[in-house]
């Protein structure tokens, strides 16, 4: 078996900063002080070149024109370089970059022994041979990619090596076909995990080792020898891959129909609402496989039954089995006795907090100042100095997996990602102020048995800018949340009717998919999921198909919701106002409000000790 070879010194490339962006910049003016100097000064030209006769009067340059056209230069990463904690920038520097740094690092011998692992996973799925490369073929390069997974519950980090191809050097149609590859939704994985919270169920998570050398690749391509293993006297050979690699464009699409075809020979049936849910019901037996990528979770009311998947999914895959305390960013903390299970991202929250130099800010109440909607100030200055669109993507993340009580705020700061003001990145501040004091929330599902439930709402042109009605909805099942929206409306309404008749909209089509979700996870769920809305005129407009002067300007594709109605997929009925769970969605509430629909959608403090 072939070690590492020791590495070499290289010299480093050119970054792309260095290249682009010299430190310091220097303007055109600077250089053409400089050649006025040197013009004046003989001394400071090149003696070889001839000079000027100093008794013949010259005439001054002529003066530069200033371009109305200044080049614009982005630098998304030079300009919030100050944002960049201490902690954040040694976190990075004890991740090598390259295969050289890496055993040049103090933590080489640990490095190694990552590679080496890696190494022998290859060798040990065939995922190459070694060839000549045929004429008129090219080869694709490959680079180490280095990783240290924090350690849970206090054991020691995990030092991780993954050798990745170069895909962006394929060419499609001749390197790969189709690429895509899906991922279960996170609003199916809350609603598996709010099954297991109620009825109980066995639950434990899988990780694939090299999950993606399984797959079999049928293009003919080649890869050069990885660094630190290019074998003596045939250093002109390449690899031909017989099995996909990490970095391929289609290496995703090739596992994921490689663990759809083993899987369904135990019997499993992939869920046509989400393809990455697997589903096997008998009589007195239940169980769900959740795929992402590389990760799963194993679940039934049998715990023999866990046992035994995990069993035949050996036979194939090299895998390791754990507790499922965190699966795809989400902290599971369960208490079965009491027949709950939270979802929360506290360690992500400090890592953004850290990130952003919020860490020491004081907490606030609520995500956003009560009663105060941002505008755009047509007089005021645009900052380029401060980290917004990645605290924005940040948020949003965080608002998608599990805080629906922050999703107005952040979709109301998104609004302006591209020309941010002061006031602006003041409310952004002001959202990870309320996480400061958050940041142990998270989702609770259970005790409470109640069936799936939606919520509907708008806030009738609360848009001052656009005045255009905002749309917020949640559907809640056993207690908690499992999918909601907060979204400006695309087109303007002309009432509060017509705003809820949308927002109602919006909401049956997401119905209709937890709908047929349903379905496929309890065969026999066959009644219509109760919609609640505040609104009178709207719940009739639903009903009757009623046509006048004030309705009949309403898009048509609108009326989905009468469609469903009828269908029976749906059951709009009216909630009064200070029941409508889905308010938080739409509007800035002051507290006490604002804590109290909080806790009744099932946004709570999460106990870690559970």
Known sequence: MPQIAEATQVQPEPSYESLNHPDPIESPSSHLEISSTQMADPTLSNSSAPQPDSSIPMDPPPP????????????????WKSFQSIDTQQAEVSEPSSFSEAMESSDAHLWKAAIQEEYDSLMSNKTWYLTTLPPNRTSIKSRWVFKVKPGVNGSSPRYKARLVAKGFSQRPGIDFEETFSPVVKYDTLRVILSLVAALDLDMSQLDVKTAFLYGEISEEIYLQQPEGYVLAGQENHVCRLQKCLYGLKQASRVWNRHFDSF??????????????????????????????????LVISNNGDMVTEIIEYLSKIFEMRCTQANHFVGLSITRSRQDKTLYLSQPDYIKKILK????????????????????????????????????????????????????????????????NPQQHHWAAVRRIFSYLKGTQEYGIRFGPINDQLKGYSDSDFAGDTTTRRSTTGF??????????????????????????????ASEATKEA?????????????????????????????????????????????????????????????????????????????????RFSELRQLIGIVSVPFKA
């Open 64 to 79: 530069m024109r200033a371009s109305p056209y200044p080049l614009r230069i982005r630098e998304p990463k030079r300009q």
């Open 474 to 503: 949640i559907f809640l099942l056993h207690g908690g949340p499992v999918a909601w929206t907060s979204r400006r409306q695309p087109c303007v309404s002309l009432s509060s009717t017509e705003a809820e008749f949308v927002a």
């Open 512 to 592: 209709v998919w937890l709908k047929r979700l349903m379905e496929d996870i309890t065969p026999e769920w066959n009644k219509p999921i109760p919609l609640m809305c505040d609104n009178q005129s709207a719940i009739q407009l639903i009903r009757n198909p009623v046509f006048h002067q004030r309705t009949k300007h309403i898009d048509v594709r609108y009326y989905f919701v009468r469609e469903r109605q009828e269908a029976g997929d749906v059951d709009v009925s009216y909630i009064s106002t200070k029941d409508q769970l889905a308010d938080p969605l739409t509007k800035v509430l002051p507290n006490p």
């Open 263 to 296: 899987i369904k020979k135990f019997g499993l049936q992939a869920s046509n609402a989400d393809p990455c849910l697997y589903v096997r019901r008998s009589k007195n037996e239940l169980v769900f496989v959740v795929i992402w990528v590389d990760d799963c």
């Open 355 to 418: 990130r952003f130099h919020m860490t020491d800010c004081h907490p606030k109440g609520t995500p956003a100042q009560p009663g105060c909607r941002l505008t755009y100030n047509t007089e005021g200055e645009s900052l380029s100095d401060v980290p917004y669109r990645e605290a924005i993507g940040s948020l949003l993340y965080l608002t998608i997996s599990s805080r629906p009580d922050i999703a107005f705020a952040v979709g109301q700061v998104a609004q302006f990602a591209e």
